[in-house]
């Protein structure tokens, strides 16, 4: 399932590069001119870049992950991404799947076709500006690398009441 998903991101995203596919639904939502595709972050670009040595790679999709779990219990990603993950979607509702899964399970990408009108003004703001990371680095200051956070539900909970409290204060904006 998990290839099958993947061949099928690739080829959408060959397509709409060749123009051969229309905007996706997200994309409409933005106004005129701005069809293009945002990767917001990539797993690749952390394990691949400055990462600590004797980690797992799984380590570089925690902090995306947690986001992204973020995202979706807020219901501010994309009907186009909801028809595709919906069964994982529903796992992470019941505590069956975590953010971080999630997120590998699209190759550690998070882009905008994923995400909402609002999830991307909000991610463009937040996490696009460098703000999430920086607070997420000040969540965990007992860690010597934000890469070292571990995937679990309470580290889930200390980031979602973070970011919790910055959408509240940027949608007050």
Same mark, same amino acid.
């Given at each position: 399932m998990h290839k099958l998903k993947s061949i099928l991101l690739i080829i959408f995203v060959i397509l709409i590069f060749q123009g051969n596919v229309e905007p996706s639904?997200?994309?409409?939502?933005?106004?005129?001119?701005e069809y293009m595709m945002v990767a917001y972050d990539k797993a690749e670009?952390?394990? &691949? $870049?400055d990462f600590p040595e004797g980690l797992y790679e799984d380590q570089g999709f925690v902090h995306t992950g947690m986001y992204l779990?973020?995202?979706?219990?807020?219901?501010?990603?994309?009907?186009e991404f909801k028809q595709v993950s919906s069964n994982e979607i529903t796992k992470f509702n019941q505590g069956l799947l975590s953010g971080t899964e999630l997120y590998m399970n699209w190759d550690g990408v998070l882009a905008s076709d994923m995400?909402?009108? &609002? $999830?991307?003004?909000?991610?463009?703001?937040?996490?696009e500006s460098g703000i999430y990371f920086e607070d997420y680095?000040?969540?965990f200051p007992g860690v010597s690398s934000v890469y070292e956070v571990n995937d679990t539900l309470d580290n889930y909970n200390i980031v979602k009441?973070?970011?919790n409290e910055r959408f509240k204060q940027w949608k007050s904006e």
């Open positions: 639904l997200a994309e409409e939502d933005k106004g005129e001119g670009w952390h394990y &691949e $870049g779990g973020w995202v979706i219990e807020n219901r501010l990603y994309s009907k995400l909402s009108k &609002e $999830g991307n003004d909000f991610t463009k703001d937040y996490y680095a000040d969540l009441n973070k970011v």
